[in-house]
């Protein structure tokens, strides 16, 4: 039986408390982090995602304690994104207990920090996450963007998938920006492009409304993963039915 | 007062300097529920007087030698792998055999064998694409009986991630295997040694049941 497909829970972290919001804005509060993390890991999740929104330097630190205390009592694999600046917040992430690290921006203003990162902790630690949106009606080409999609940065996301892996990326975490908080499914041409073009897996995100989404992902999308947040958060779904749904149509699933 | 006699056993966990091995240690604390002391170390001697020895590793090959090398840690870990319960993780899988394909490098020499890189542009049955790494939970078939298989599936899906495969000289070696699409060493091992290519303490459920009967080992296999 092959690799299976990875449903992937993201919680979005800001002053120590997991919270949901539509594009950035209205953000709700949906729990504590430890308590949604064993949760998620008890419905079967394959791995969990967690991305720091944290605005305030001074909560900052707030993250590696979540880490901490999440990897003491969850045996499955652990992503942190957020405001990852130097090889020194890789550092001290994985020293926490993540597995693998995301970086975002950073990779946009400083690339060699990816190639730094991933000759230092190896390219299994380190995911690039791109956000992406269509800079054409026909949705044939995208542009990575920065500040939940307000600044637009001149890449082409493809091509910087691309760039990243050559820079030793072992990962690609891809949101499909003009989706995100909308719960219209992922913006299935863009995924594609990216997961065909390069050689590391993909991660789907962004625009998850119900568990037929996540099957497009991986049929349509080409995904090696699929990373969803709201649907989980406010009991809409679980893990488990997910993965019963995916498994029914076809797609190798860790039961 | 404990004594020496009734000491509980110590299990080694060696950390020469490559990533992150919180989650190692807290897996095998939880499964030991007590029963045994975890023991992080960078000392040779304590790798020396410990019951058992856990030997993981992660990130580039060369560098995971190099700090082996550096540390003094590589005969008792040499000498660990001869005579007490031993388990290796991933990278401390690999550095068993006797050389990488990654950055040309010469590994322990354990055991005859090559650590080869998954080829590029592989495509599964359905025609789908196999990524490298090869990331996420494959399945795990036990090629030959093993006590540390108690309680597990036949077939168990197990977290993997890795850009290179084991290939020991001797099949005999090879313990579990898993596809991506072709069959290579999941597990390897003789007597008191079992390593495992993928990582136990993420592997949820199968990976902790696989920890907790290596915490109860005598080594015989």
């Given at each position: 039986?092959?690799?299976?497909?990875?449903?992937?829970?993201?919680?979005?972290?800001?002053?120590?408390?997991?919270?949901?919001?539509?594009?950035?804005?209205?953000?709700?509060?949906?729990?504590?982090?430890?308590?949604?993390?064993?949760?998620?890991?008890?419905?079967?999740?394959?791995?969990?995602?967690?991305?720091?929104?944290?605005?305030?330097?001074?909560?900052?630190?707030?993250?590696?304690?979540?880490?901490?205390?999440?990897?003491?009592?969850?045996?499955?694999?652990?992503?942190?994104?957020?405001?990852?600046?130097?090889?020194?917040?890789?550092?001290?992430?994985?020293?926490?207990?993540?597995?693998?690290?995301?970086?975002?921006?950073?990779?946009?203003?400083?690339?060699?920090?990816?190639?730094?990162?991933?000759?230092?902790?190896?390219?299994?630690?380190?995911?690039?996450?791109?956000?992406?949106?269509?800079?054409?009606?026909?949705?044939?080409?995208?542009?990575?963007?920065?500040?939940?999609?307000?600044?637009?940065?001149?890449?082409?996301?493809?091509?910087?998938?691309?760039?990243?892996?050559?820079?030793?990326?072992?990962?690609?975490?891809?949101?499909?920006?003009?989706?995100?908080?909308?719960?219209?499914?992922?913006?299935?041409?863009?995924?594609?492009?990216?997961?065909?073009?390069?050689?590391?897996?993909?991660?789907?995100?962004?625009?998850?409304?119900?568990?037929?989404?996540?099957?497009?992902?991986?049929?349509?999308?080409?995904?090696?993963?699929?990373?969803?947040?709201?649907?989980?958060?406010?009991?809409?779904?679980?893990?488990?039915?997910?993965?019963?749904?995916?498994?029914?149509?076809?797609?190798?699933?860790?039961? | 007062?404990?004594?020496?006699?009734?000491?509980?056993?110590?299990?080694?966990?060696?950390?020469?300097?490559?990533?992150?091995?919180?989650?190692?240690?807290?897996?095998?604390?939880?499964?030991?529920?007590?029963?045994?002391?975890?023991?992080?170390?960078?000392?040779?001697?304590?790798?020396?007087?410990a019951d058992k020895v856990v030997f993981p590793g992660q990130g580039a090959m060369k560098d995971c030698m190099g700090e082996l090398n550096a540390s003094g840690l590589k005969q008792a870990v040499l000498a660990a792998a001869q005579s007490k319960p031993f388990f290796g993780v991933c990278v401390g899988a690999q550095l068993l055999l006797d050389h990488s394909?990654?950055?040309?490098?010469?590994?322990?020499?354990?055991?005859?064998?090559?650590?080869?890189?998954?080829?590029?542009?592989?495509?599964?049955?359905?025609?789908?694409?196999?990524?490298?790494?090869?990331?996420?939970?494959?399945?795990?078939?036990?090629?030959?009986?093993?006590?540390?298989?108690?309680?597990?599936?036949?077939?168990?899906?197990?977290?993997?991630?890795?850009?290179?495969?084991?290939?020991?000289?001797?099949?005999?070696?090879?313990?579990?295997?898993?596809?991506?699409?072709?069959?290579?060493?999941?597990?390897?091992?003789?007597?008191?040694?079992?390593?495992?290519?993928?990582?136990?303490?993420?592997?949820?459920?199968?990976?902790?049941?696989?920890?907790?009967?290596?915490?109860?080992?005598?080594?015989?296999?």
């Open positions: 039986m092959p690799l299976a497909k990875r449903i992937i829970p993201c919680l979005d972290v800001t002053s120590g408390r997991v919270v949901k919001g539509v594009n950035f804005v209205g953000l709700r509060d949906a729990g504590d982090p430890v308590e949604i993390a064993r949760r998620y890991n008890e419905q079967g999740a394959d791995e969990l995602t967690f991305l720091d929104i944290t605005a305030s330097s001074d909560d900052r630190d707030l993250i590696l304690h979540i880490i901490e205390a999440v990897a003491e009592q969850v045996f499955i694999p652990l992503t942190v994104g957020g405001g990852v600046r130097r090889v020194e917040d890789v550092r001290r992430l994985l020293n926490a207990g993540a597995d693998k690290v995301s970086i975002n921006t950073s990779a946009i203003t400083n690339p060699q920090l990816v190639a730094d990162c991933a000759a230092k902790f190896g390219s299994q630690a380190i995911v690039v996450a791109i956000d992406a949106k269509a800079v054409t009606p026909e949705n044939d080409r995208w542009e990575v963007f920065t500040h939940g999609g307000r600044n637009p940065t001149g890449l082409d996301a493809v091509a910087w998938a691309q760039r990243m892996q050559a820079l030793g990326a072992g990962e690609i975490l891809l949101t499909s920006m003009d989706r995100d908080g909308t719960k219209i499914g992922f913006n299935l041409p863009l995924t594609r492009a990216v997961s065909d073009a390069v050689n590391i897996p993909v991660i789907a995100s962004g625009g998850v409304g119900n568990l037929q989404h996540l099957v497009d992902g991986v049929r349509e999308g080409h995904a090696d993963a699929v990373l969803a947040a709201s649907i989980f958060h406010f009991g809409e779904f679980t893990v488990g039915q997910a993965k019963a749904l995916m498994q029914q149509n076809g797609i190798e699933v860790r039961l | 007062m404990m004594t020496a006699l009734h000491a509980k056993p110590v299990i080694a966990v060696v950390d020469y300097g490559m990533g992150n091995l919180h989650s190692v240690v807290k897996a095998l604390e939880l499964v030991a529920e007590g029963h045994a002391v975890v023991q992080l170390t960078r000392d040779p001697d304590v790798v020396q007087r394909e990654e950055g040309d490098t010469p590994a322990l020499g354990f055991y005859a064998g090559e650590v080869k890189r998954f080829p590029d542009g592989q495509r599964d049955a359905e025609g789908q694409r196999l990524k490298v790494p090869h990331m996420g939970w494959n399945t795990v078939h036990q090629t030959r009986a093993h006590p540390l298989f108690a309680g597990i599936e036949d077939g168990a899906r197990f977290y993997f991630v890795h850009s290179y495969y084991m290939q020991p000289a001797d099949p005999a070696l090879t313990l579990g295997q898993t596809d991506y699409p072709f069959a290579f060493s999941a597990i390897i091992g003789r007597d008191n040694v079992f390593a495992t290519q993928f990582h136990p303490e993420k592997s949820h459920t199968a990976g902790l049941a696989l920890l907790r009967s290596f915490v109860a080992w005598d080594g015989q296999s």
